[in-house]
């Protein structure tokens, strides 16, 4: 069983959280989207209102030895004092997360704020779940508190080791939230279970399409991997990018897939091009019709129809991967008609789960991440969650 940092008596606690503040910054900097300080702001209020002392820690970027400052998590601790401003709660940073004076600094502080924790990569201990490392952070803690679901997949200090060391561990709201929706979707399901995969390779998306023919009723494919599933029923499919040592794995899902009586549905039409360029010449053709010379940069309009009935008919909709080259303008109707397809029918009420990584980053340019039941916050983990396997970090929690 998890419990809830929102169940757990926090009262004149240290809660030492493990959030994900991996935000995105330019070259000086400056943070360029804040989205997953403010995701976490429910569990750091929900901490503080119930009279504990939120200590923080996250990872940031993968710093190496000479470029540290640049990684460092200063300038998040001044965006979360601005957001935490209205509420009262002080936000302190400490510029290291380990060590004499970090401890000083949360057991000076007072229940009711927050500290800041520098990044975990700092030490390369982090990443290698090193024991002493855990204990070193375990140090600023009463209660272990992990709401970082994108990097639940990994067992680091921060998300296995550290917990390990605490008699009460517990889930963040956002983190609930994700094993929630992630979990209902695979264990109970509203029916027809529809998912749809696109993206680049079908390396990366196999084992989940894989372990999703036990589960699913309709599989859709597109993106760069559709082409490789397409070679593999024996299409000539131009230059488009095709894994030529998946055919044979792609040949095989298409067969259990029959053999199971999965609705796994190919694209009937591609826009193709004459390079991978925005402003190539580009024309739309029936998958059969793909000439040499002519590479397939998204799905074609017909397929995409097809693909959002599918949908809207949906009990549960998933989606993971970009359906073309969305971050070509003249590649994007694909993916656009499949975020649109998502938000109808979530007004019909299907329960729609974007994973994270590019649909999330897809669905957010197209202005629909308010508009569909949840955008997982994790890439990775939302792709092992729904394979099937443990992730660290929520195993981490289960007690
Ligand atoms: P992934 O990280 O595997 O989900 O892949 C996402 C990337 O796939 C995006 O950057 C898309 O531009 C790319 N992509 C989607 N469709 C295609 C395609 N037909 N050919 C090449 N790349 C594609």
């Known amino acids: 069983m998890i419990s809830s940092v929102a169940d757990v008596d926090v009262r004149g606690k240290r809660v030492l959280t493990r959030v994900d503040f991996n935000v995105p910054q330019d070259e000086n900097g400056n943070i360029t989207d804040d989205t997953r300080i403010r995701e976490s702001l429910p569990t750091i209020r929900s901490i503080i209102s119930n009279g504990?002392?939120?200590?923080?820690?996250?990872?940031?970027?993968?710093?190496?030895?000479?470029?540290?400052?640049?990684?460092?998590?200063?300038?998040?601790?001044?965006?979360?004092?601005?957001?935490?401003?209205?509420?009262?709660?002080d936000v302190q940073f400490s510029a290291d997360c380990i060590g004499s004076a970090a401890s000083a600094m949360v057991d000076a502080s007072e229940m009711g704020n927050v500290v800041l924790l520098e990044n975990l990569r700092f030490y390369k201990q982090e990443e290698a779940n090193d024991p002493e490392f855990s204990s070193a952070l375990a140090r600023h803690g009463d209660v272990y508190c992990n709401d970082a679901f994108g990097t639940a997949h990994r067992a680091h200090a921060s998300t296995s080791g550290v917990p390990s060391?605490?008699?009460?561990?517990?889930?963040?709201?956002?983190?609930q939230?994700?094993?929630?929706?992630l979990g209902k979707a695979l264990d109970h399901?509203?029916?027809?279970?529809?998912?749809?995969?696109?993206?680049?390779?079908?390396?990366?998306?196999?084992?989940?399409?894989?372990?999703?023919?036990?589960?699913?009723?309709?599989?859709?494919?597109?993106?760069?991997?559709m082409f490789t599933f397409l070679k593999a029923t024996g299409l000539n499919v131009g230059s488009s990018l095709?894994?030529?040592?998946?055919?044979?794995?792609?040949?095989?899902?298409?067969?259990?897939?029959?053999?199971?009586?999965?609705?796994?549905?190919?694209?009937?039409?591609?826009v193709v091009a004459t390079s991978f360029d925005n402003d190539a010449e580009r024309k739309v053709v029936n998958v059969d019709a793909i000439e040499s010379g002519w590479m397939g940069l998204d799905i074609g309009p017909e397929t995409a129809q097809a693909y959002a009935t599918e949908i809207e008919a949906a009990g549960t909709a998933v989606w993971n991967g970009p359906m073309g080259v969305f971050e070509f303008s003249n590649f994007a109707s694909g993916t656009k008609a499949i975020a649109d397809a998502f938000v109808c029918a979530t007004v019909k009420g299907t329960i729609t789960i974007v994973g994270g990584g590019d649909s999330a980053a897809a669905i957010t340019q197209f202005g629909h991440a308010n508009h569909v039941t949840h955008v997982s916050t994790g890439g990775g983990a939302s792709l092992e969650f729904l394979e099937g396997k443990k992730l660290p970090g929520v195993v981490a929690l289960d007690r």
């Open 242 to 270: 095709v894994e030529v040592d998946r055919i044979d794995l792609a040949a095989e899902i298409l067969r259990e897939a029959a053999a199971k009586n999965i609705h796994l549905v190919l694209p009937t039409d591609a």
């Open 177 to 181: 939230k994700e094993l929630e929706y």
């Open 52 to 89: 504990g002392l939120a200590v923080l820690m996250s990872h940031l970027g993968r710093p190496k030895d000479e470029d540290k400052r640049k990684y460092s998590l200063q300038p998040i601790a001044t965006r979360l004092t601005e957001l935490l401003a209205s509420d009262g709660i």
């Open 189 to 225: 399901p509203a029916r027809p279970l529809v998912s749809i995969f696109g993206g680049s390779k079908i390396s990366g998306k196999i084992d989940v399409i894989g372990a999703l023919l036990n589960k699913c009723d309709t599989i859709l494919i597109g993106g760069g991997m």
């Open 165 to 175: 060391l605490f008699a009460s561990v517990c889930a963040g709201l956002l983190m």
